[in-house]
């Protein structure tokens, strides 16, 4: 049996949960976050033993990649801004209304649209991101727009045409070890080109493209040695056989796979469709879509890495719009955004100690 | 507010040798008139002044960290802004400086006035709703570092209408508030002589007397401020605690930088019933047969005359903050309302080298040296369906 909710402050979506989504949340004590369109979505496990997760949802302008730093920063690339969110609540605080955290635009920087899809943070808390728009892997400059760390060595020129279209970094010790690209061009918008079924994993390190044929690849993680990552347009979630240069797919579901978090020895995997269908069109996620009822699966899956199956789901009824990536945020129950423009921004005040 | 649709239509005019002082002294000015505009004054290739400004949300208090960065307070944030343009030899349409609106800090609308840069580089800013100097913070939405000894402490609720904070060869030097008294607001009914200099390194008050101070600034080893309620540019003697005019203003005078022996003081128009008024200035305007102003003056602190002047007639009737940009011929600005601040990208193109095994190394970014305008055509961007709606 699955619960369905209606939320009726936004009305445009219901959830429908697996039995076990909120208590899975709760025992591995994490929230969920997403960008969907013009919205971040936060997820978080609520009170103990409720039935709902609490939902929290807030507009921010064309939100990309997120990515949680511990349990009081996020990072979220919007159109041209990479804004650090930061919780001003301490460990016992909580708002009027019951979050535990609140997240609060707290600075950014101006990079320019660059379609940073996916966002890392190393050790010493510096950001890495994609960069699709200059082909790279980059971070933040503190005077230019941003600062490119690596291309690929089949991208020759170091310019701003979406040559590959970069969408994805995995981390190994604390350093990029993976990247995905939709096609191996070097040819400006030359991705396109590719009918979709060139896209590939490069090894960061060793400069060499090690898996090819996946059709639009995202968010390459690594996990126990293991690189798992998406092929969205055939809706499968699985891994890099290394060693044959290939990709097994483990899950398949009809909709575009893109976001991915790991939690223990799960994968939180996010699943949405098109509203324009044109992107989509004639990739075998569509015929698998219309195969299933002619309608895009849309929601959260939590796929256990070990048995390789889907263990829980929130599948989101509405808000038919795509989500782009994920993150799972520590230790949050019920997790709050403000956006950077709304009135909480400008009224919501953490002092710092007095010195 | 929608900066779109704010108020656009304004004249500049200036003092006949405006434009000649201005190369002479090889300076730009940068100045704010809240509610919405930044202005930037510079010298034409042809010798001529040229005038240039942006739009942002409510611009408050400005400061510059040598000429290429400047920090600019808003209704609820700190920016900051960093020129890409290389060295100045090298120019681009007549520009020797283009600031990129680069970090924003969000403070939250608490009334942010002065803001000005530490010799260790920490950004400092007059926070008027809490009473208090407090520094950027990445963590919080500030961090409290001063407040006067007739305040218990920071605290929501502007008290004493702190606003100005001058900046010494050390840190923090001077602040100067409306008045020094503790409840809630009560420095409006001391806005005629109630208004007080604070040392901030003794925490003591050394002058007082003054009608709605602002501007407080450390230049040539002494104290200079505006009494803005009776027009004045005045130098301080913290001991024994006197104030001497320097010049009269033709306006209710705020903002206030320096270039070699002169003065830039903002001018603003009080209104007949508003804070600024009823402090002695409308009538010595009229007494004077002058109206106020609202642009910036230029004062020759050897001999106390006005010699130059740049006066806005427009819409809006404050000017909250200047500074001057020593060895900046015209400086120029991107916005935030225009989509010119997502299409267009500042990259070092030599940060990155091609190997000959046909792979990248990082090489790096210079000090802001190399930098090349890459306007990218982000609607040809594929937008893999991530960025619709």
């Known amino acids: ?355 | 507010m929608d900066l779109a649709a704010a108020p656009d239509t304004f004249s500049v005019s200036a003092s006949p040798g405006f434009a000649a002082w201005l190369a002479a002294q090889n300076a730009s000015i940068a100045f704010a008139t809240p509610p919405s505009k930044l202005f930037l004054v510079g010298i034409r290739p042809d010798g001529e002044l040229g005038v240039f400004e942006r739009t942002f949300d409510k611009t408050m208090g400005l400061a510059r960290e040598g000429t290429d960065r400047i920090y600019m307070g808003l209704r609820h944030q700190v920016w900051r802004l960093e020129n890409v343009l290389p060295p100045p030899d090298r120019l681009e349409q007549g520009f020797d400086r283009c600031f990129v609106p680069r970090q924003v800090h969000t403070i939250g609308d608490v009334n942010v006035h002065d803001v000005s840069v530490a010799p260790d580089g920490d950004v400092w800013f007059v926070n008027t709703r809490f009473g208090c100097l407090s520094r950027l913070s990445d963590e919080h939405t500030f961090d409290p570092a001063w407040s006067p000894p007739y305040l218990p402490g920071p605290a929501n609720g502007d008290r004493c209408h702190l606003n100005g904070l001058a900046m010494g060869p050390q840190g923090p030097l001077f602040a100067s508030s409306v008045s020094e008294t503790d409840a809630i607001d009560s420095w409006r009914d001391h806005r005629s002589g109630g208004g007080v200099v604070t040392h901030i390194p003794s925490g003591e008050v050394v002058a007082r007397g003054f009608s709605m101070p602002h501007s407080p600034r450390w230049y040539d080893d002494r104290l200079w401020i505006t009494n803005s309620g009776t027009g004045d540019l005045c130098l301080v003697d913290p001991d024994p605690g006197t104030f001497e005019p320097v010049a009269f203003i033709p306006g209710f005078p705020r903002g206030l930088s320096f270039i070699n022996h002169y003065a830039v003081v903002g001018s603003s128009k009080p209104r007949e019933g508003d804070l600024y008024s009823g402090l002695g200035l409308g009538e010595r305007l009229a007494d004077m047969g002058l109206e106020p102003q609202l642009g910036i003056f230029v004062v020759d602190l050897q001999t106390g005359g006005v010699v130059e002047w740049m006066v806005v007639d427009g819409p809006m009737r404050e000017l909250f903050d200047v500074i001057t940009l020593p060895g900046v011929r015209r400086a120029m600005a991107v916005g935030l309302v225009s989509d010119e601040i997502e299409r267009t990208h500042w990259i070092d193109s030599s940060s990155m080298r091609r190997t000959d095994a046909g792979t990248w190394d990082h090489v790096g970014t210079g000090e802001a040296g190399d930098a090349t305008r890459a306007v990218a055509e982000v609607d040809a961007l594929g937008r893999d369906g991530g960025v619709s709606g």
């Open chain 1, 1 to 355: 049996m699955t619960g369905t909710f209606t939320y009726q402050e936004l009305r445009d979506w219901e959830l429908e949960l697996s039995d076990g989504f909120v208590a899975w949340l709760a025992d591995h004590d994490v929230a969920l976050a997403f960008s969907q369109a013009n919205r971040v979505w936060m997820v978080g496990p609520g009170s103990p033993g409720g039935p709902r997760p609490d939902i929290d949802v807030q507009a921010f302008d064309q939100p990309l990649g997120i990515v949680a730093d511990g349990p009081d920063t996020v990072w979220l690339a919007t159109r041209y801004q990479i804004w650090r969110l930061q919780n001003v609540l301490g460990p016992e605080g909580r708002t009027r209304d019951g979050h535990d955290r609140l997240y609060v635009p707290r600075t950014a920087h101006t990079t320019g649209f660059l379609g940073a899809q996916d966002l890392a943070v190393r050790a010493d808390g510096s950001l890495l991101f994609t960069n699709t728009l200059f082909n790279c892997i980059a971070t933040l400059s503190p005077s230019l727009s941003f600062e490119p760390q690596w291309i690929p060595p089949f991208v020759t020129e170091f310019t701003g045409e979406d040559r590959c279209h970069l969408t994805g970094l995995a981390l190994r010790e604390d350093q990029p070890a993976f990247a995905t690209v939709l096609g191996v061009s070097d040819q400006p918008g030359g991705w396109r080109a590719t009918d979709h079924r060139d896209g590939a994993v490069v090894d960061v390190v060793a400069d060499a493209v090690v898996a090819r044929g996946l059709c639009m690849p995202y968010s390459p993680r690594l996990h126990d040695g293991r690189l798992w990552v998406t092929s969205a347009g055939e809706g499968a979630f699985g891994y890099i056989d290394l060693e044959r240069g290939r990709f097994e797919t483990v899950v398949q579901l009809p909709a575009f796979l893109r976001g991915v978090a790991i939690v223990g020895r799960y994968a939180v995997v996010a699943a949405s469709g098109s509203r324009s269908g044109e992107l989509f069109s004639g990739l075998p996620v569509e015929s698998a879509m219309l195969a299933a009822g002619g309608r895009w699966r849309q929601g959260l899956y939590v796929i256990d890495l070990d048995r390789g199956e889907i263990v829980e789901s929130m599948t989101i009824i509405g808000a038919g719009y795509e989500i782009t990536a994920l993150t799972a945020i520590p230790g949050a129950t019920s997790p709050k955004l403000v956006g950077p423009n709304s009135d909480e921004a400008q009224h919501c005040v953490a002092v710092g100690a007095s010195s």
